[in-house]
């Protein structure tokens, strides 16, 4: 992993507007403040993460006030995340969104890596004109208390915690259905909450994994990947029993059946995002089996 770069230098001919400045982007309390004010549901371990594994840049008043952020969170040799591009109310329409997506694009582009992320309809818009194109959709759905029974695993399969010994393999059986190795962030989330952290085998084959984390509003659960649908709703009722109150779960939309299954079971619809990427407009991962994503900022 390549060592993280805590502030990005400027780029030519966008320079800021008089009275702001780019700052390092290393006060975690501040941070979460920032994406608290939307409703965000990051929490500082997430922001942690994020500044550990990629580039970021913060925006600041002269006094030190943090006013915008944007990071990045590179994946292998392919492709990296653009991620928490948030200005605070009393700073927008100023085009600081606008900078950090191209501070951002940058750090990665240096990196070799193309461009995804996944946007909001009203970000889409801006996207868009930036040269990144559609590649599929997401919806978040939120529960405030899940009714999500016991669904029973397909015959022969077996569902269990999933242990530090796991972990190479499910990140060897997850690279080629993400498009990318992301054993760091696989890892990383088991540690947030390893009851629910679970792998499916049939025999010795990894056949699907779901891992999850803790929210500023609900408990996130993701990603979620299985060789198919009753593998995946086995899962994911395993992993949400191991857990209580408020869970979201941001779904593949093509998964027509668990879109189903969660309506069923006490989950509505909250909102849209779009998958984008650079320039491109094929996926990098295999929809088939993705899903459920970690979620916006982390692919």
Not at 234 to 258: E, F, K, P, T, Y
Not at 268 to 288: E, G, L, N, T, V
């Amino acid at each position: 992993m390549r060592k993280h770069r805590a502030a990005l230098s400027a780029p030519a001919g966008r320079p800021l507007p008089a009275g702001l400045n780019e700052a390092k982007l290393d006060n975690i309390r501040a941070a979460v403040k920032l994406s608290r004010e939307p409703g965000w549901n990051q929490v500082a371990a997430d922001w942690r993460l994020m500044l550990k594994v990629g580039d970021s840049v913060g925006v600041s008043t002269a006094e030190g006030q943090l006013v915008a952020s944007g990071l990045t969170v590179p994946f292998g040799s392919r492709f990296g995340w653009i991620s928490m591009i948030l200005v605070t109310e009393a700073f927008r329409r100023r085009g600081l969104a606008t900078y950090l997506m191209g501070r951002c694009m940058e750090a990665l582009q240096a990196r070799g890596l193309v461009p995804a992320l996944d946007a909001t309809p009203e970000g889409r818009k801006v996207y868009r004109t930036l040269g990144f194109k559609d590649v599929y959709q997401i919806t978040r759905f939120f529960a405030a208390a899940p009714g999500f029974g016991e669904i029973a695993p397909p015959a022969g399969l077996r569902l269990q915690r999933m242990a530090a010994a796991d972990l190479a393999a499910i990140a060897a059986y997850d690279a080629p259905i993400f498009g990318a190795d992301r054993a760091f962030l696989i890892e990383h989330l088991r540690a947030r909450r390893p009851a629910q952290a679970l792998v499916a085998r049939r025999e010795t084959r990894i056949c699907g994994y779901v891992v999850a984390r803790e929210g500023q509003t609900s408990a996130q659960i993701g990603p979620l990947v299985a060789d198919d649908e009753a593998t995946a709703l086995a899962l994911l009722s395993r992993s949400l029993q191991a857990s209580s109150g408020a869970a979201c779960i941001d779904l593949v939309n093509s998964h027509r059946g668990m879109r189903k299954q969660l309506m069923s079971r006490g989950f509505a619809p909250q909102f849209p995002f779009i998958r984008m990427i650079y320039r491109r407009s094929k996926p990098f991962d295999d929809a088939r089996r993705v899903f459920a994503i970690a979620g916006p900022e982390l692919g």
